[in-house]
């Protein structure tokens, strides 16, 4: 706690949590490089008391074409050097964050997808423009027996107004928030959209999305204020429970 300020480490109270997005696996996005940084994020992980991760790679059409076998295999051989290296206890499971684009098509149709937990899927959408098939894909998904995680819905700048991101969750979109989204990280305006919807208890799942060991030094020093505790801890206990921790 920051006495003076009233403001607490957001890292003070994620203990006992698995982190449900975050890039961990090696040389196989835009996460870690090799297999040494991503022993680095692990110990991170550690140290702040998360007792495991699920690893969600991208999956996105013409940049990275990872399949679930190349996740999984990936995944089998990162949780390998992770025991030999003293983290037989650190719950490492694989799943994918898939970006509804021209490919989720094709991965519709095979029903190729790696979930959260038990039927949840975690989709994103382009950083730059909509999804032109967004309400499309949603739909397909759930008629394929999914039901879709949407990542970060704090940060797409195109859904600036509440209502938009409130319209998707009530098409079915379960909503995650990133941890920096609390910070000023990705700027003023995704954080005043995550404590919006912090604070109405909008967000069912809470992730790091860290692909670097800068994220970490980010959330190390990421506080808010006393104010945000009750929304934030409720948030946290939420996660806990829908990932059946």
């Known amino acids: 706690m920051l006495f003076f300020t009233k403001k607490y480490f957001i890292a003070d109270m994620l203990t006992g949590l698995i982190d449900m997005h975050c890039h961990i696996l090696p040389n196989i996005d835009d996460g870690a490089k090799d297999n040494a940084m991503a022993l680095e994020m692990l110990k991170q992980y550690a140290e702040i008391g998360y007792a495991g991760l699920i690893a969600t790679p991208h999956i996105m059409d013409g940049f990275y074409d990872n ?46 997808f790696l979930p959260i937990v038990g039927n949840q899927v975690l989709v994103e959408m ?58 000023d990280h990705y700027g003023s305006h995704v954080k005043k959209m995550a404590i919006s919807l912090l604070e109405n208890g909008h967000y069912e799942f809470l992730g790091t999305d860290a692909h670097h060991l800068g994220h970490f030094d980010s959330l190390k020093r990421l506080t808010i204020p006393k104010k945000l505790l009750p929304y934030f801890e409720a948030l946290v206990e939420r996660t806990k429970e829908n990932l059946l921790i």
């Open 67 to 112: 399949t679930a076998t190349q996740i999984i295999e990936t995944s089998n051989k990162f949780q390998l050097s992770a025991r030999e290296n003293g983290y037989e206890d650190f719950s490492i499971s694989t799943a994918a964050e898939y970006m509804m684009d021209g490919g989720f098509d094709k991965l519709l149709v095979r029903k190729e």
């Open 126 to 183: 382009s950083f730059l423009q909509p999804s032109l098939k967004v309400y499309e894909h949603i739909f397909q998904l759930q008629q394929k027996g999914f039901e879709p995680i949407l990542a970060h819905p704090e940060r797409y700048t195109y859904l600036s107004n509440i209502s938009k991101i409130l319209d998707l969750k009530k098409k079915g979109c379960y909503l995650q928030m990133n941890l920096l989204s609390l910070g």
